[in-house]
């Protein structure tokens, strides 16, 4: 476990039941968040990387999911063996989370003020009117504008974007290590996208935490990643940091979204695309589970699964034939 | 625009108001679409974009006879399906407008096989024996590259990807002229988007299809539109040629929509985000309904609403930035 | 690099391994279900093949048994006429089955017709809600007490009774769930291509909208036989001498304390069929409702 790492996560494997069994959402996933970094997770539907960032806190729906291997470190504790308790003290404390749809996840029976103060009254003791004027201070911090007003309304009155914002604000109350932060932007418009993903960057400089920034959007992972994961169908595939993954990708599969994005600046040309569709969780594919979709698809693939190799500093791939390709000979 | 036979559809002055408001409460008119103008030509792509609230998705629904405008003209291939004879108008033209919904899993009916949902639009105009609609749904499969064993799937056994193929068969199945794709890909993975957009560039080579591209993903209306409207809050601001618009956009707001789409390069500085949110549609602002937002806003556009015009050979914008003719730079 | 053209269009489209009748591989596989299907199945066997189970009759009185306890020759015991109570509750199983049976399957139908064509034609809709709402606005019993008692006590007034207190909920389901499903992509579809009113109810409509009304179905189901019974026991349900579940218990009800079998095992038969008819509709809740919308 590297020194400045703050959550260190090894060869977690979650599986969800279904009609057919156990079926694992992700398969040995390895990655560290480093403190005041911020690692970008990219990956398609079914990629597993909401099921990663809600392993973190535990917040899979009990007796549905399971982790079947691997532990979460944080500060030399097993966040997936601690106990309830604890992780309560983690949650909102020392790891925060914001999420896609700010339509559903504030209650619409409580003023704004009393959603963020909520966490601080139970983490840290405030009274009523000590959060109110928290709460107040929060809401100027994300750029809310006339917080005193605002605080003491109600969420139906507030626009989509003013919604992330106050999320955002519940989020830091506490002043989290780690924020983070699923698809933040995916429901919003354009330019409301534009404004939240330049409060959250302003906002991890502020106040140097970290931040997980899970999209399926490369760009947004582009402009606000320092170091990027990339998901395929549970399976880290790649990972780098943001200038070298899009500058010179390895996987095949980074390869393809790279190209499907950027041929798109010619008219009536067709787009690079990727054939063929993401696997079920429960489809048994031999070998690499991006093999049906490779173009460089060799006999080795379909051998084993591809373990994830490091081909330079930070950069690893899962992929076999590149791996042996460009790896260095010295490991 | 000289309006030629070339025109799939001619739209002008368009207007959409909706009443607002529940039960006791006197209903307010809210209007989402302010006079628009604008021309397809055939075998043409026009991308329409435009944030939510813009009236995007009104405006195909208007073209496809699913809501009824408030004012103003609409002509496909030349029959006019807003005036007296609408309903007579509509009939004759119905086979050749379709439509690609944007939810690839609220499109098609999950009770009925999938060659029975592509097949609907043929058993509707009753023209084709049970043989011949056989064969033409399997037709279809292979024109949208499904197998052809997929008609007597149900809709839950494919993919979004494939679900939006079926759904794209769907409406080709009576060999349309014009089909309005409304966010086709937004619903889908990066990955499924380019085979779904690679697959209607196809379609519309083959058959000479005319599009109306509706999308919020100004990335994904430059692949595919020769043209490209920007819409903002019910009205045009901007229609252009799209290697003009993408390389050189005039209206700020096209500007701002641009500059805040973020682009898969870590090395670009991506300028500051315009302030605020689209405005509601019960208090529109005056004036220029953009002026709320604008880093160029001057006293003129507090009062006046600009009207689109023709600033050079196919290009219209809205701005009081701008006039007939002669640019100035903003 | 992968370009469009490296791998053949054909490879693009692989299909998911098929799966076929998701829903009834989960229904199957679900639980509660399984037991609420048992128990009806059992009840509902034993009520079809009743005449052949026993080698008496519902009526015939054995004098010289009046109150005998449950024994090899008669099972459950016999009654103050000295009749089986077995025999009894096996034809009575017959009569509160079918009542609740058809009351379910004419709220089924009205239920799904009222409520397809109030969600569809808004000149309609006024006039068959409010007729529901008037309808619903009497406590369900009372207004079969009032119809059984007008049309005089009977199993066809029972049903009638019941029928006409069960329909309401059931339109409003469907009309519920029908007027979400008429806003969808495909029902908008098929108006571009031109459908009308009829094709869009019947084929696209009805057959979305109908998953909860069978959940609220098999409850209707399991009321209607309480209802029954309390009907039977009250003296305007189905009359004496046809046995059904409700009228055993209430000629028997004078003699509990002695002859506990005669109410026992009616009652019995009661619970068994209520609770697998609640197990049933759980089960179908569980996987009508989450499947029905993907």
């Known amino acids: 476990m590297p020194a400045d790492a703050l959550v260190s996560i090894r060869d977690l494997t979650v599986q969800f039941r279904t009609d057919r069994g156990w079926v694992s959402a992700i398969e040995d996933i390895s990655l560290d968040i480093n403190a005041g970094e911020c690692l970008g997770v990219v990956g398609e539907s079914g990629s597993g990387k909401s099921v990663t960032a809600l392993s973190i806190l535990r917040l899979h729906a009990r007796g549905t999911a399971r982790a079947a291997r691997g532990s979460i470190m944080l500060d030399g504790r097993d966040l997936l063996r601690a106990p309830e308790r604890d992780l309560r003290r983690v949650r909102g404390g020392d790891i925060a989370m914001v999420f896609q749809d700010p339509m559903s996840s504030l209650n619409p029976v409580l003023t704004i003020a009393d959603q963020i103060s909520e966490s601080l009254r139970l983490h840290q003791g405030l009274s009523r009117a000590e959060g109110r004027s928290r709460a107040i201070e929060l809401l100027d911090l994300v750029r809310i504008a006339d917080a005193p007003r605002r605080a003491d309304e109600y969420p139906h009155r507030l626009s989509g974007g003013m919604r992330q914002r106050v999320m955002i604000a519940i989020a830091i109350a506490c002043r989290p290590r780690l924020l983070i932060a699923d698809e933040p932007t995916t429901a919003l418009d354009v330019t409301i996208q534009a404004q939240i993903l330049e409060l959250l960057r302003d906002l991890r400089a502020e106040l140097g935490m970290a931040v997980m920034m899970i999209s399926h959007d490369l760009g947004v992972i582009a402009e606000f990643a320092h170091r990027v994961v990339v998901m395929y169908a549970g399976r880290i595939v790649e990972q780098a940091p943001v200038g070298t993954l899009f500058s010179a990708p390895r996987h095949p599969y980074t390869e393809g979204l790279m190209t499907s994005l950027r041929g798109r600046d010619i008219p009536g040309q067709r787009l690079g695309s990727i054939p063929g569709r993401v696997p079920d969780p429960d489809e048994s594919i031999p070998g690499c589970r991006f093999g049906p979709r490779c173009a460089h698809v060799e006999a080795v693939c379909r051998a084993a699964v591809p373990a994830l190799v490091s081909i330079s500093e930070n950069h690893d791939v899962r992929c076999t034939p590149r791996s042996q390709a460009l790896a260095p000979a010295c490991l | 625009m000289p309006v030629t036979s070339e025109t799939s559809v001619e739209v002008r002055d368009l207007t959409m108001s909706f009443g607002s408001g529940g039960a006791g409460r006197r209903p307010t008119m809210v209007q989402v679409l302010h006079d628009l103008t604008f021309d397809i030509g055939s075998a043409e792509t026009l991308g329409l974009v435009g944030e939510s609230g813009s009236g995007k998705s009104t405006v195909g629904r208007i073209l496809v006879g699913l809501l009824k405008p408030t004012g103003g003209s609409v002509r496909l291939f030349g029959r006019s399906v807003t005036g007296a004879d609408r309903a007579a108008n509509f009939a004759a033209v119905r086979s050749r407008v379709q439509f690609v919904f944007q939810d690839p899993h609220a499109a098609l009916n999950p009770r009925i096989r999938v060659g029975h949902s592509i097949a609907e639009p043929i058993d509707i105009a009753g023209k084709h024996s049970r043989r011949d609609r056989d064969d033409r749904v399997r037709q279809l499969l292979e024109l949208v590259g499904l197998p052809r064993d997929s008609a007597d799937r149900f809709p839950h056994e494919f993919s979004g990807g494939q679900r939006q193929r079926i759904v794209i068969a769907r409406a080709l199945s009576l060999s349309p002229d014009f089909v309005v794709c409304d966010e086709p890909v937004s619903a889908l993975d990066v990955s499924m988007q380019a085979q779904i957009v690679n697959l209607l560039m196809d379609l519309q080579d083959r058959f000479g299809l005319s599009y109306l591209f509706i999308a919020h993903d100004m990335t994904v209306v430059r692949a595919i539109a020769r043209r490209v409207a920007v819409m903002y809050a019910g009205s045009i601001v901007e229609i252009a040629r799209n290697a003009d618009l993408y390389a050189d956009p005039l209206h700020p707001y096209t500007r701002a929509l641009l500059d805040a789409m973020p682009r898969p390069d870590p090395t670009r500085i991506r300028p500051r985000t315009i302030p605020g949110e689209v405005p509601s549609l019960l208090a529109p602002p005056s004036g220029c309904r953009f002026h709320t937002r604008c880093p160029h806003v001057m006293p003129r556009c507090r009062d006046e609403s600009p009207r689109l015009l023709e600033i050079a050979p196919g290009r219209q914008v809205a701005c009081h930035l701008f006039t007939a003719a002669e640019t100035t730079e903003p | ?294």
């Open chain 3, 1 to 294: 690099m992968i370009e469009a053209s490296t791998v053949p269009e054909f490879a693009a489209t692989t299909l998911a391994p098929r799966q076929r009748s998701m829903i009834l591989r989960r229904l199957v596989a679900h639980r509660s279900f399984q037991i609420g299907f048992f128990l009806v199945g059992v009840l509902a066997i034993a009520a079809v093949l009743g005449p052949m189970l026993t080698n008496t009759k519902p009526s015939a009185m054995h004098i010289s048994h009046r109150f005998s306890p449950p024994q090899a020759k008669f099972l459950f015991g016999t009654d103050m006429f000295g009749r089986d109570i077995f025999t009894r509750v096996l034809y009575g199983a017959r009569v509160s089955l079918w009542v609740g049976f058809a009351v379910a399957a004419i709220a089924g139908v009205f239920g799904t017709t009222l409520g397809v064509l109030a969600a569809q034609f808004r000149s309609l809709e006024g006039a068959i809600m409010r007729l529901m709402d008037a309808l619903m606005s009497f406590p369900a019993i009372l207004l079969a007490l009032g119809i059984t008692a007008a049309l005089g006590p009977s199993m066809n007034s029972v049903i009638i009774a019941l029928s006409v207190a069960y329909v309401p909920p059931g339109v409003r389901i469907v009309r519920a769930s029908a007027l979400v499903v008429r806003e969808l992509d495909y029902v908008q579809a098929a108006l571009i291509a031109g459908a009308r009113a009829p094709r869009i109810m019947l084929r696209h409509i009805l057959p979305n909208s109908i998953g909860p009304l069978l959940v609220h179905l098999s409850f209707v189901f399991a009321y209607a036989i309480l209802a029954e019974a309390a009907l039977s026991f009250l003296g305007v349900g189905v009359q004496p001498p046809t046995p059904s579940w409700g009228n055993i218990i209430a000629e028997g009800r004078d003699y509990a304390l002695q002859a506990w079998w005669i109410v026992l095992f009616p009652g019995i038969g009661i619970s068994l069929a209520t609770i697998g008819l609640n197990l049933l509709g759980d089960g179908l809740r569980d996987v009508l409702d989450p499947k029905l919308k993907g």
